[in-house]
Structures are given as structure tokens and as C-alpha cells.
């Protein structure tokens, strides 16, 4: 069965990491911290006020006192932004996956394992960085496993949601959320074997 897979990663928005390439000269730095201070010198004054008259968010301070501030809201956020590689599912039988395994999986909410085959042309940047982060984790926790057991490993297994994409059995796109997904075994840098807690079905990536 051919998919599309989807894989979570921090999208940053790289404008809040750009810096001058200019140096302050000599003065430049007190002034320039002179000037930040008297722009903003009102800001506790008028944030106590709106604590006063009942506006702006709440947080505690190290002293255990609740203050407010006015409600600000970042120009330059980051997101969680999804990258993709197409695959192959096969069942644990090693037979391909069909829509109506995927659909009996979804109907029974139960664990199940999946073996998947990448294809590595179609592999975005993003998805094989993460991959390749997982599977790290992956190895770093398996390397304890004579010595602190198979229970302890499968209970510090790293997990995955993957999101996936695949034509039901009418050809439209039919979208599903793999639940904390485990590799089980990666014994070749594109076939994997996966143990999926739950598959949900999902409106859209």
C-alpha cells in the first residue's frame, strides 16, 4: 500500500535569529542601553495599573506574587510544520497493506506492528533529520538493554505521531494519524519495523 507519510518538526522563523554585522563604537553601547531603558521605563508603572484595573495576563513572580502584564502577542512565531517521504505498508505478515487493514486497524483501536519501506528519492530535508533524531534515541536507549532489560526499554521507547496519506478504496485522499509509534527494528536505513499504539482518522495534514 503506498502512502504518504508526515512527520512533526519545529518550523523557526529564521528573521528572529538575523544580527547586525555592525559593532557598537566606543559610547555606543551605554547610549544604546540608555536610550533601551528610557523607552521602557513606563512599562512596570502602567503594567501595575492594568493589574489595578483588571486587564492583561497573570504570572508569578520568584517572590510567589502574581502580577500583570498587558497581553502581547509575538510577531515572529514559530510552528510545528509537517515534511514528508513516501512509503510502503506492509502488515506483520509482510504481505502489503490494504485500505480495508488500514480501516479494520482504525475500527478495532488497538495496537498493531507495521512494516514501512521509505522511499529515500522522495525523502524532504525535515523528515530524514527527524528520522534520523529518532532513531538515534532509538539506538541510545537499546544500547541498555542487556543491562536494564527488554521492560525498561520498552517503557523508554522514544515516540512518534506520525501523519499519514493514502487513497481509500473511491481514489480520494484519506488522512490518519498514527498514534506514539516505537521502532522495533531498524534493520536497514530504509525499511523499518514500527509498533503503532492506535491509528485515528483525521480531516486533513
Request: glycine content about 6%.
Amino acid at each position: 500500500m503506498e502512502v504518504t507519510l508526515y512527520l512533526p518538526y519545529y518550523d523557526y522563523n529564521d528573521d528572529a535569529f538575523n544580527a547586525s554585522e555592525e559593532y557598537y563604537g566606543d559610547g555606543e553601547y551605554a547610549n544604546a542601553v540608555a536610550d533601551e531603558f528610557n523607552k521602557n521605563k513606563d512599562v512596570v508603572y502602567n503594567s501595575m495599573l492594568d493589574y489595578k484595573e483588571g486587564r492583561g495576563g497573570v504570572f508569578s513572580g520568584t517572590d510567589g506574587q502574581a502580577y500583570k502584564f498587558g497581553q502581547k502577542t509575538s510577531q515572529s512565531e514559530d510552528k510545528v510544520s509537517y515534511s514528508s517521504c513516501k512509503a510502503v505498508l506492509y502488515n506483520e505478515d509482510g504481505e502489503g497493506d490494504t485500505v480495508d487493514g488500514i480501516i479494520t486497524k482504525f475500527a478495532k483501536q488497538s495496537s498493531f506492528i507495521e512494516m514501512v519501506e521509505f522511499d529515500l528519492d522522495s525523502v524532504e530535508e525535515e523528515f530524514e533529520s527527524e528520522m534520523n533524531v529518532w532513531e538515534r534515541e532509538h539506538n541510545k536507549i537499546n544500547a541498555y538493554r542487556s543491562k536494564a532489560g527488554d521492560e525498561w526499554v520498552a517503557s523508554k521507547e522514544p515516540k512518534r505521531n506520525l501523519k499519514m496519506c493514502f487513497k481509500n478504496n473511491a481514489g480520494e485522499d484519506t488522512y490518519a494519524l498514527l498514534e506514539n509509534c516505537k521502532i522495533m527494528d531498524d534493520f536497514e536505513r530504509d525499511n523499518w519495523i514500527l509498533y503503532v499504539e492506535r491509528i485515528s482518522l483525521i480531516d486533513k495534514i
